[in-house]
Nanobody, 112 residues
Framework: QVALVESGGGLVQPGGSLRLSCAAS????????MNWYRQVAGKERELIAT????????NYVDSVRGRFTISRDNSKNILYLQMNNLTPEDTAVYTC?????WGQGTQVTVSS
């Protein structure tokens, strides 16, 4: 059974950091490029970061480039999103995706 399970979300103050994890199971994780999306309440889901199967190539939406880092550990079947210098505008539900598999999402709230 395929599963993508995110963790690491929570409440953080502006300027703080969080690291999200996405644990994959039930499929060959290393065969797929992976993505992080986020969705702000009332808005459409937005693709914010992508990583290739090997992790060699990454891409970011402009709003997070330089602050967020996507990475993966294919030996552990885990996808990561390191988020630094967070702002209230980063408040959203963050979801990992690979192929047609989706996690359930984890809430990130940036507030003082």
């Amino acid at each position: 059974q395929v599963a993508l399970v995110e963790s690491g979300g929570g409440l953080v103050q502006p300027g703080g950091s969080l690291r999200l994890s996405c644990a994959a199971s039930g499929f060959t994780f290393s065969d797929y490029g992976m993505n992080w999306y986020r969705q702000v309440a009332g808005k459409e889901r937005e693709l914010i970061a992508t990583i290739t199967r090997t992790g060699k190539t990454t891409n970011y939406v402009d709003s997070v480039r330089g602050r967020f880092t996507i990475s993966r550990d294919n030996s552990k079947n885990i996808l990561y999103l390191q988020m630094n210098n967070l702002t209230p505008e980063d408040t959203a539900v963050y979801t990992c995706n690979g192929y047609h598999y989706w996690g359930q999402g984890t809430q990130v709230t940036v507030s003082s």
